[in-house]
């Protein structure tokens, strides 16, 4: 149990450590660009246009690697107390200060953090002004000095030690060795920690001195897990081998290296193929010369080839080093696949994978597989959520309404998965989820979207029930008592419950703000605020169209005194994982009362017209309107 703790905190570390890096890439291949066309060796050496180097890679980039750490940490006045701190561990050091940046930015994030809390509520009304701007000035004086003096000579010193070291090993023919650590970690998800805390820094300064790194090779280099992939399109079996091509070309192309992780964690001895791999293409880098002259993201033969310089010797130890590093892994994984037992089960190795990453991965998804066909003569389709009071609900209504405009005789219910009932034909979840209905019901046909507002697997489903479909008429008529037996619920959704034009920080801050008003208006229990953002955690509630539907998990249930709603309007939206939301339902379901106008909201927020105008209404009774008018 330690171990895995350890494991979790090194791949968050890692993670947060990329947060800060990967939303400035552009800004890395700008500089990287610049330096690769003007400086004296450069394609158009130009001696005023290479003055812009060493500003950007001393100031710009490491100011912006701040901004964003601290913004992580405290939004927009994190961001800039962390670009102030920032600005002393640049001046105090001769050399870039990425990792001072990593370190100085999330601090002064955190500081102005926890003086926000410590004041919140003791400021007096017309001071706040006032308070805020000399708050995130005097700490990130403060902290600039501080950085000054003692993180940035503390960093010089260790980078430098790093530099020596790689020296020292490059020198030695030691670098290849660097491959037992990096590729297991790549499958680990722990290489963020290591390419963007440590050898992207080094690699810079590399950059700035050599013209070019080597080191933004060792964890980019996509040959070891292209040869993988290859040694599954010869040698593999069932779904793996049928899926291989596909996963080598996004992995290759793309640059997307987690697509080819549950080939391997199918069969981990694969980790020596991609081991033995790394150390080759290491060796051919280092024989032949290769480096690159700017970070190369994604880890694509593209993005490996534009941050190549610009001379015919360093593609010749570029593109050398990928080959090998590919053949290599192609040929010691031949031979593990072939000589040993293979499971087919991808799906299985991807949820696994997903596990280690310890949030939603971009690719899982492409390993999901349906499970048989439609089947024939369909009676019932279960929508199911964590606790099917929310979006299982509202996807449910949205298909209901799609099957009677089909006249189709199909009973079309929602539920939470633990009670997906057994004779269930077909099961739609979203995406993260499907892996747990699966278990639940593994002989239904299970099918995944990532939309519940507006997703085209209804259409698709719609078409291919049109070609056969009987149902009973006692299984209708009970599907129709079911539908029907709600009571009126307009007098949920009340005027005092709608709020307009709110600003919000993160998502947690919305649907605690839902959840507060869930709390006042006597609908939960204040244990359901937790609960909405462990479920918001688990899945998102998110559902498309610009809406959110923040409630709580199953367990939360007993928390739950009577249905309600409360509706909040985001003009400028707010970020829930990417996806920008502007209109909150906030839920509190109760032995099915909320499920009538909550079928109403999900057709009204089906049209993206309907969602502009709740967008832009300038009254409660306006919006409230929108939302009754379906």
């Given at each position: 149990?330690?171990?895995?703790?350890?494991?979790?905190?090194?791949?968050?570390?890692?993670?947060?450590?990329?947060?800060?890096?990967?939303?400035?890439?552009?800004?890395?291949?700008?500089?990287?660009?610049?330096?690769?066309?003007?400086?004296?060796?450069?394609?158009?050496?130009?001696?005023?246009?290479?003055?812009?180097?060493?500003?950007?890679?001393?100031?710009?980039?490491?100011?912006?690697?701040?901004?964003?750490?601290?913004?992580?940490?405290?939004?927009?006045?994190?961001?800039?107390?962390?670009?102030?701190?920032?600005?002393?561990?640049?001046?105090?050091?001769?050399?870039?200060?990425?990792?001072?940046?990593?370190?100085?930015?999330?601090?002064?994030?955190?500081?102005?953090?926890?003086?926000?809390?410590?004041?919140?509520?003791?400021?007096?009304?017309?001071?706040?002004?006032?308070?805020?701007?000399?708050?995130?000035?005097?700490?990130?004086?403060?902290?600039?000095?501080?950085?000054?003096?003692?993180?940035?000579?503390?960093?010089?010193?260790?980078?430098?030690?790093?530099?020596?070291?790689?020296?020292?090993?490059?020198?030695?023919?030691?670098?290849?060795?660097?491959?037992?650590?990096?590729?297991?970690?790549?499958?680990?998800?722990?290489?963020?920690?290591i390419n963007h805390g440590i050898l992207s820094p080094i690699g810079a300064e590399q950059i700035r001195t050599n013209g070019q790194s080597i080191l933004l090779l060792l964890e980019t280099n996509p040959g070891p897990g292209l040869g993988i992939l290859l040694a599954y399109c010869f040698f593999g079996k069932g779904t793996a081998k049928q899926s291989a091509p596909g996963a080598a070309i996004i992995h290759f192309i793309g640059g997307i290296h987690e697509i080819?992780?549950?080939?391997?964690?199918?069969?981990?001895?694969?980790?020596?193929?991609?081991?033995?791999?790394?150390?080759?293409?290491?060796?051919?880098?280092?024989?032949?010369?290769?480096?690159?002259?700017?970070?190369?993201?994604?880890?694509?033969?593209?993005?490996?080839?534009?941050?190549?310089?610009?001379?015919?010797?360093?593609?010749?130890?570029?593109?050398?080093?990928?080959?090998?590093?590919?053949?290599?892994?192609?040929?010691?994984?031949?031979?593990?696949?072939?000589?040993?037992?293979?499971?087919?089960?991808?799906?299985?190795?991807?949820?696994?994978?997903?596990?280690?990453?310890?949030?939603?991965?971009?690719?899982?998804?492409?390993?999901?597989?349906?499970?048989?066909?439609?089947?024939?003569?369909?009676?019932?389709?279960?929508?199911?959520?964590?606790?099917?009071?929310?979006?299982?609900?509202?996807?449910?209504?949205?298909?209901?309404?799609?099957?009677?405009?089909?006249?189709?005789?199909?009973?079309?219910?929602?539920?939470?998965?633990?009670?997906?009932?057994?004779?269930?034909?077909?099961?739609?979840?979203?995406?993260?989820?499907?892996?747990?209905?699966?278990?639940?019901?593994?002989?239904?046909y299970h099918i995944s979207v990532d939309n519940f507002l507006s997703s085209p697997e209804y259409d698709k489903l719609i078409d291919q029930l049109k070609n056969d479909h009987t149902t009973s008429k006692a299984e209708e008529e009970k599907r129709v008592s079911t539908e029907n037996n709600t009571d009126s619920n307009d007098g949920l959704l009340k005027e005092e419950n709608v709020f307009l034009n709110q600003h919000f920080s993160s998502k947690e801050e919305a649907?605690?703000?839902?959840?507060?008003?869930?709390?006042?208006?006597?609908?939960?229990?204040?244990?359901?605020?937790?609960?909405?953002?462990?479920?918001?955690?688990?899945?998102?509630?998110?559902?498309?169209?610009?809406?959110?539907?923040?409630?709580?998990?199953?367990?939360?249930?007993?928390?739950?005194?009577?249905?309600?709603?409360?509706?909040?309007?985001?003009?400028?939206?707010?970020?829930?994982?990417?996806?920008?939301?502007?209109?909150?339902?906030?839920?509190?379901?109760?032995?099915?009362?909320?499920?009538?106008?909550?079928?109403?909201?999900?057709?009204?927020?089906?049209?993206?017209?309907?969602?502009?105008?709740?967008?832009?209404?300038?009254?409660?009774?306006?919006?409230?309107?929108?939302?009754?008018?379906?």
């Amino acid at each position: 149990m330690a171990q895995s703790n350890i494991k979790v905190a090194v791949q968050k570390f890692g993670n947060f450590l990329s947060s800060m890096v990967m939303p400035n890439i552009g800004a890395f291949i700008a500089w990287g660009l610049i330096t690769a066309l003007f400086i004296p060796t450069g394609f158009f050496s130009n001696e005023s246009l290479a003055k812009l180097v060493d500003p950007m890679v001393k100031y710009l980039l490491p100011l912006l690697i701040g901004y964003t750490g601290g913004k992580l940490v405290h939004d927009q006045r994190g961001g800039v107390v962390g670009a102030i701190a920032t600005m002393g561990v640049i001046v105090g050091s001769d050399i870039p200060m990425f990792l001072g940046a990593m370190i100085m930015g999330p601090l002064g994030g955190y500081i102005i953090k926890k003086f926000d809390q410590f004041i919140e509520g003791k400021v007096k009304t017309g001071f706040e002004m006032l308070i805020n701007n000399f708050s995130a000035g005097i700490l990130g004086g403060i902290l600039a000095i501080l950085a000054f003096l003692g993180v940035s000579p503390a960093v010089d010193g260790f980078t430098g030690a790093l530099v020596v070291g790689v020296d020292w090993m490059v020198a030695h023919g030691l670098l290849p060795l660097t491959s037992i650590l990096i590729e297991p970690a790549k499958i680990l998800f722990l290489n963020n920690a290591i390419n963007h805390g440590i050898l992207s820094p080094i690699g810079a300064e590399q950059i700035r001195t050599n013209g070019q790194s080597i080191l933004l090779l060792l964890e980019t280099n996509p040959g070891p897990g292209l040869g993988i992939l290859l040694a599954y399109c010869f040698f593999g079996k069932g779904t793996a081998k049928q899926s291989a091509p596909g996963a080598a070309i996004i992995h290759f192309i793309g640059g997307i290296h987690e697509i080819y992780f549950p080939y391997v964690l199918m069969r981990p001895l694969l980790i020596i193929a991609a081991i033995l791999g790394g150390m080759s293409g290491v060796f051919t880098f280092v024989l032949l010369g290769g480096g690159l002259q700017a970070v190369a993201s994604p880890g694509s033969i593209l993005a490996i080839l534009a941050a190549t310089p610009g001379n015919a010797g360093s593609y010749v130890a570029n593109i050398s080093g990928v080959l090998v590093a590919a053949i290599v892994s192609f040929i010691v994984g031949s031979l593990i696949l072939k000589t040993g037992k293979q499971t087919e089960d991808l799906d299985e190795a991807a949820r696994k994978m997903q596990e280690m990453k310890g949030k939603k991965s971009s690719v899982a998804g492409s390993f999901t597989k349906q499970r048989g066909e439609v089947p024939a003569s369909v009676q019932k389709i279960v929508f199911a959520c964590d606790a099917g009071m929310g979006s299982s609900a509202m996807g449910a209504s949205l298909l209901r309404k799609k099957v009677k405009q089909a006249d189709l005789n199909i009973s079309v219910t929602n539920t939470a998965i633990s009670n997906i009932p057994s004779d269930a034909q077909i099961v739609i979840t979203q995406e993260e989820l499907t892996p747990r209905a699966q278990n639940k019901v593994p002989d239904a046909y299970h099918i995944s979207v990532d939309n519940f507002l507006s997703s085209p697997e209804y259409d698709k489903l719609i078409d291919q029930l049109k070609n056969d479909h009987t149902t009973s008429k006692a299984e209708e008529e009970k599907r129709v008592s079911t539908e029907n037996n709600t009571d009126s619920n307009d007098g949920l959704l009340k005027e005092e419950n709608v709020f307009l034009n709110q600003h919000f920080s993160s998502k947690e801050e919305a649907i605690r703000f839902a959840g507060s008003v869930l709390v006042k208006g006597g609908y939960v229990e204040e244990n359901y605020v937790e609960a909405m953002i462990e479920r918001d955690n688990m899945t998102s509630t998110y559902m498309g169209n610009d809406v959110a539907i923040p409630h709580g998990t199953e367990e939360a249930k007993k928390n739950v005194l009577r249905s309600g709603f409360t509706v909040i309007q985001v003009p400028e939206g707010v970020d829930f994982d990417g996806e920008k939301v502007r209109l909150i339902f906030g839920i509190a379901g109760k032995d099915g009362t909320h499920l009538e106008i909550l079928s109403g909201i999900a057709i009204t927020c089906s049209d993206m017209d309907n969602i502009e105008k709740m967008v832009h209404a300038k009254s409660a009774k306006e919006l409230m309107a929108i939302i009754q008018s379906n």
